[in-house]
């Protein structure tokens, strides 16, 4: 289990940890951060991530759909308040509930989801069933209000306490109806919830009439979250367990036992500038070149309205051999067997609300490379193994528009430098070896 995240219960007590700037020149045991004149830079004539932000390969990404997409998308999120709102309306919380320990807590949400939030929901049952005699367990994604009324007449189900739901509110429209208020009417109300961006969204407002507290993963979700709800919050970072699973095999991949093998892990079937996918191919050419012998294996989902990254990433690699997209899903066991063939986790995000894969390559023991800026730089200091990565504060921007325009955010942009200098040291570490 990750140990080294400590939970915190007071939000008095949460301040977002110091993140490291482009002008800061730290050291570690990885050595100081290499001056600007020794970074190494691209072939002359070679595409870099930023020409895609550029015209005229920028207009790719606003084809009619998408536009017509971003046209809907007020109407969109009035009909999404329209709807949370009713259903805060019919199952609103008691005010005469309390919170009691133990009991039967009851345990809602999509558990069996295949993404990184059904992983840390599923963490996170894992923990409560070390924690509590009897926990009570719904699927929102297996039940049905019929499957649910004949667990509760057998007995399997029974009025809660406590009620803890591992959802996001979007799919609190999958949790909430599959019950008879009156059945969660007595319940103290948790939800775990995360974001990644420093506001809270208009669109979770509805959840103060539906939770007494929230736990979240990180102070930089906490704060976030509890500055538009209002509501009181425990910092209760996901309990990372490194399953006892071999690694994949390299040759599955087309890799070589003694090649230096990267990985990054990233969902990019909603805002993929978030996770800036194309800056992890800009460093790995930045550090490698065609170097056969260091590959990077990213893998990659996409939706059919992200199809555009997918094309940018396959022309930003072109004819590099050494960096592959992978674009299999695989099961928890999996991802875990393909964090342990690697040497190196990459991840130049621009905000997470935690990070889950760089929290599980930290707690497997392998190198990350990883942007020192929202939730990943409070932890990543309790790891010898993590590697932080200089960024630049910049306006929040993406074509996506997937955050408020009403707040003036920001977002890291890393060093992509730096972080092609961090990647050849370790290749050179590991090839002493």
């Known amino acids: 289990m990750l140990t080294n995240l400590q939970p915190v219960a007071t939000r008095d007590t949460c301040s977002i940890s110091p993140a490291l700037s482009y002008d800061d020149r730290p050291t570690s045991e990885n050595g100081p951060i290499i001056e600007r004149p020794d970074w190494p830079e691209l072939e002359g004539g070679q595409l870099t991530a930023r020409d895609f932000d550029r015209l005229p390969r920028?207009?790719?990404?606003?084809?009619?759909?998408?536009?017509?997409?971003?046209?809907?998308?007020?109407?969109?999120?009035?009909?999404?308040?329209?709807?949370?709102?009713?259903?805060?309306?019919?199952?609103?919380?008691?005010?005469?509930?309390?919170?009691?320990?133990?009991?039967?807590?009851?345990?809602?949400?999509?558990?069996?989801?295949?993404?990184?939030?059904?992983?840390?929901?599923?963490?996170?049952?894992?923990?409560?069933?070390?924690?509590?005699?009897?926990?009570?367990?719904?699927?929102?994604?297996?039940?049905?209000?019929?499957?649910?009324?004949?667990r509760i007449a057998s007995g399997d189900l029974v009025p809660p306490e406590t009620l803890i739901v591992l959802a996001q509110p979007d799919n609190y429209k999958l949790v909430f109806p599959l019950f008879e208020p009156g059945f969660l009417a007595r319940a103290w109300r948790i939800g775990q919830l995360v974001w990644e961006m420093q506001y809270c969204p208009d669109e979770w407002m509805f959840v103060r009439d539906l939770l007494h507290e929230f736990w979240a993963p990180s102070r930089f979700s906490a704060e976030a979250i509890a500055g538009g709800l209002g509501l009181p919050y425990e910092v209760r970072p996901h309990p990372v367990i490194v399953p006892d699973v071999p690694p994949m095999e390299r040759s599955r991949f087309g890799v070589a036992d003694d090649d230096f093998l990267g990985l990054a892990i990233m969902d990019l079937r909603a805002c993929p500038d978030r996770k800036n996918p194309l800056a992890h191919v800009e460093a790995w050419k930045l550090a490698f070149g065609r170097n056969s012998k260091c590959k990077?294996?990213?893998?990659?989902?996409?939706?059919?309205?992200?199809?555009?990254?997918?094309?940018?990433?396959?022309?930003?690699?072109?004819?590099?051999?050494?960096?592959?997209?992978?674009?299999?899903?695989?099961?928890?066991?999996?991802?875990?067997?393909?964090?342990?063939?690697?040497?190196?986790?990459?991840?130049?995000?621009?905000?997470?609300?935690?990070?889950?894969?760089?929290?599980?390559?930290l707690e497997i023991g392998l190198?990350?490379?990883?942007?020192?800026?929202?939730?990943?730089?409070?932890?990543?200091?309790?790891?010898?193994?993590?590697?932080?990565?200089?960024?630049?504060?910049?306006?929040?921007?993406?074509?996506?528009?997937?955050?408020?325009?009403?707040?003036?955010?920001?977002?890291?942009?890393?060093?992509?430098q730096h972080a092609a200098m961090m990647l050849r040291r370790l290749a050179l570490g590991s090839s002493d070896k």
């Not at 504060?393 to 992509?416: C, F, G, I, M």
């Open 367 to 416: 190198p990350v490379i990883a942007t020192s800026w929202s939730a990943p730089a409070e932890y990543m200091p309790n790891y010898e193994h993590a590697i932080p990565i200089t960024f630049r504060q910049v306006p929040y921007e993406d074509y996506w528009r997937a955050y408020s325009p009403k707040h003036q955010l920001t977002w890291a942009e890393p060093n992509v």
């Open 296 to 361: 990077l294996l990213m893998k990659v989902r996409f939706q059919k309205r992200t199809q555009i990254v997918r094309r940018e990433l396959l022309e930003l690699i072109g004819d590099y051999p050494n960096i592959s997209l992978v674009e299999d899903v695989f099961t928890d066991d999996e991802i875990t067997a393909f964090q342990k063939m690697g040497n190196v986790y990459l991840s130049l995000h621009r905000s997470e609300g935690f990070g889950l894969n760089i929290a599980e390559a």
């Open 58 to 150: 920028i207009l790719r990404r606003y084809t009619p759909a998408h536009l017509y997409y971003l046209i809907r998308q007020p109407r969109r999120r009035r009909r999404f308040i329209r709807q949370a709102q009713a259903i805060a309306s019919r199952w609103k919380k008691s005010a005469c509930a309390q919170k009691k320990v133990g009991g039967a807590p009851l345990v809602v949400g999509p558990l069996s989801d295949t993404n990184g939030l059904g992983r840390a929901a599923r963490y996170e049952v894992d923990r409560l069933r070390g924690e509590c005699a009897r926990l009570q367990v719904v699927d929102v994604r297996r039940e049905t209000p019929v499957s649910i009324r004949h």
